[in-house]
Protein backbone atom coordinates (compact mmCIF):
# COMPACT_ATOMS: atom_id res chain seq x y z
CA UNK A 1 0.00 0.00 0.00
CA UNK A 2 1.52 3.25 -0.85
CA UNK A 3 1.67 6.18 1.75
CA UNK A 4 -1.98 7.57 2.50
CA UNK A 5 -2.79 11.15 1.41
CA UNK A 6 -4.32 12.83 4.65
CA UNK A 7 -6.91 16.02 4.10
CA UNK A 8 -8.15 18.41 7.21
CA UNK A 9 -11.04 19.62 6.37
CA UNK A 10 -13.33 22.49 8.25
CA UNK A 11 -16.15 22.03 6.61
CA UNK A 12 -18.73 20.32 3.77
CA UNK A 13 -17.57 22.63 1.39
CA UNK A 14 -13.97 22.07 2.00
CA UNK A 15 -14.66 18.18 1.97
CA UNK A 16 -16.25 18.38 -1.29
CA UNK A 17 -12.98 19.84 -2.65
CA UNK A 18 -10.60 17.68 -1.37
CA UNK A 19 -12.45 14.89 -3.07
CA UNK A 20 -12.77 16.89 -6.21
CA UNK A 21 -8.60 16.73 -6.11
CA UNK A 22 -8.68 13.44 -5.35
CA UNK A 23 -10.74 12.63 -8.22
CA UNK A 24 -8.32 13.42 -10.77
CA UNK A 25 -6.82 10.49 -9.54
CA UNK A 26 -9.59 8.46 -10.65
CA UNK A 27 -9.86 6.33 -13.86
CA UNK A 28 -13.24 4.45 -15.40
CA UNK A 29 -13.80 1.07 -13.31
CA UNK A 30 -12.18 2.36 -10.03
CA UNK A 31 -14.41 1.83 -6.67
CA UNK A 32 -14.03 4.14 -3.88
CA UNK A 33 -14.38 2.64 -0.47
CA UNK A 34 -15.79 4.54 2.33
CA UNK A 35 -15.36 3.94 6.14
CA UNK A 36 -16.54 6.72 8.85
CA UNK A 37 -19.51 7.07 10.99
CA UNK A 38 -23.00 8.47 10.12
CA UNK A 39 -22.55 11.95 9.20
CA UNK A 40 -18.80 12.04 8.89
CA UNK A 41 -19.32 13.09 4.95
CA UNK A 42 -19.31 10.24 3.06
CA UNK A 43 -22.21 11.79 0.66
CA UNK A 44 -19.89 14.82 0.40
CA UNK A 45 -16.96 12.93 -0.30
CA UNK A 46 -19.26 12.07 -3.35
CA UNK A 47 -20.51 15.00 -4.34
CA UNK A 48 -16.93 16.11 -5.12
CA UNK A 49 -15.94 13.34 -7.16
CA UNK A 50 -18.94 13.46 -9.16
CA UNK A 51 -18.26 17.74 -9.38
CA UNK A 52 -15.12 16.81 -10.72
CA UNK A 53 -16.32 14.38 -13.43
CA UNK A 54 -18.52 17.84 -14.80
CA UNK A 55 -22.13 16.09 -12.85
CA UNK A 56 -24.47 18.95 -11.76
CA UNK A 57 -27.10 16.35 -11.16
CA UNK A 58 -27.69 16.91 -6.88
CA UNK A 59 -25.59 14.26 -5.16
CA UNK A 60 -27.61 12.55 -2.34
CA UNK A 61 -27.45 9.87 0.15
CA UNK A 62 -28.77 6.30 -1.43
CA UNK A 63 -29.46 4.84 2.00
CA UNK A 64 -32.92 3.90 0.98
CA UNK A 65 -32.54 3.32 -3.15
CA UNK A 66 -28.95 1.52 -2.13
CA UNK A 67 -27.61 3.09 -5.52
CA UNK A 68 -27.83 6.23 -7.33
CA UNK A 69 -26.66 6.73 -10.70
CA UNK A 70 -25.49 10.02 -11.68
CA UNK A 71 -25.14 10.62 -15.62
CA UNK A 72 -23.96 12.96 -18.12
CA UNK A 73 -20.48 13.98 -17.25
CA UNK A 74 -17.00 12.46 -18.93
CA UNK A 75 -17.47 9.41 -16.08
CA UNK A 76 -20.78 7.73 -14.88
CA UNK A 77 -21.13 8.07 -10.78
CA UNK A 78 -22.67 4.66 -9.23
CA UNK A 79 -23.30 5.39 -5.64
CA UNK A 80 -23.56 2.59 -3.21
CA UNK A 81 -24.60 2.47 0.37
CA UNK A 82 -24.35 -0.78 1.77
CA UNK A 83 -25.99 0.31 5.32
CA UNK A 84 -28.63 -2.85 5.17
CA UNK A 85 -26.47 -4.77 3.05
CA UNK A 86 -24.06 -7.97 4.91
CA UNK A 87 -23.12 -10.32 2.93
CA UNK A 88 -22.20 -11.29 -0.29
CA UNK A 89 -25.78 -12.41 -1.37
CA UNK A 90 -27.22 -9.23 -0.31
CA UNK A 91 -24.52 -7.59 -2.46
CA UNK A 92 -25.31 -9.37 -5.81
CA UNK A 93 -29.08 -8.50 -5.17
CA UNK A 94 -28.34 -5.31 -4.93
CA UNK A 95 -26.76 -5.97 -9.13
CA UNK A 96 -23.60 -4.30 -7.71
CA UNK A 97 -21.14 -6.77 -9.53
CA UNK A 98 -23.07 -5.36 -12.85
CA UNK A 99 -22.17 -1.51 -12.27
CA UNK A 100 -17.99 -2.93 -12.02
CA UNK A 101 -18.63 -3.37 -16.40
CA UNK A 102 -20.00 -0.27 -16.79
CA UNK A 103 -16.75 1.65 -16.82
CA UNK A 104 -17.87 4.33 -14.00
CA UNK A 105 -16.69 5.11 -10.95
CA UNK A 106 -18.14 3.57 -8.00
CA UNK A 107 -18.19 4.90 -4.97
CA UNK A 108 -19.44 2.84 -1.62
CA UNK A 109 -20.61 4.01 1.64
CA UNK A 110 -20.32 1.74 4.30
CA UNK A 111 -18.24 -0.57 2.74
CA UNK A 112 -16.79 -2.49 6.30
CA UNK A 113 -20.15 -3.99 6.26
CA UNK A 114 -19.05 -6.64 3.52
CA UNK A 115 -15.53 -7.00 5.24
CA UNK A 116 -14.07 -9.00 1.70
CA UNK A 117 -15.39 -7.08 -0.77
CA UNK A 118 -12.04 -5.06 -1.46
CA UNK A 119 -11.00 -8.61 -2.00
CA UNK A 120 -13.26 -9.21 -4.52
CA UNK A 121 -12.43 -6.05 -6.47
CA UNK A 122 -9.73 -4.30 -8.55
CA UNK A 123 -8.55 -0.97 -8.13
CA UNK A 124 -9.95 0.22 -5.37
CA UNK A 125 -9.27 3.22 -3.02
CA UNK A 126 -10.01 3.33 0.49
CA UNK A 127 -11.25 6.43 1.62
CA UNK A 128 -11.67 6.92 5.62
CA UNK A 129 -13.50 9.89 7.29
CA UNK A 130 -13.38 10.85 10.71
CA UNK A 131 -14.96 13.74 12.63
CA UNK A 132 -12.55 15.43 14.40
CA UNK A 133 -14.84 18.55 15.27
CA UNK A 134 -18.31 19.63 14.38
CA UNK A 135 -17.73 20.38 11.26
CA UNK A 136 -13.83 19.47 10.62
CA UNK A 137 -12.64 16.00 9.25
CA UNK A 138 -9.38 13.89 8.86
CA UNK A 139 -9.90 12.14 5.71
CA UNK A 140 -7.17 9.40 4.94
CA UNK A 141 -6.99 7.98 0.89
CA UNK A 142 -5.01 5.03 -0.13
CA UNK A 143 -4.89 2.52 -2.37
Known amino acids: ?7 ETGSAEETIAAAERFAASLKAGDTVL ?8 KTHFTKGIARHFGITEGVASPTFAIVNEYTGGTL ?11 T ?3 LYATGFFDYLDRGG ?16 LENVWRV ?16
Open 105 to 120: IICVEWSENVPTLAEN
Open 128 to 143: DIAKTGENSRRITIGK
Open 34 to 41: YTGEMGAG
Open 1 to 7: MNTPEVY
Open 76 to 86: DVFHFDLFRIS
Open 88 to 90: FDD
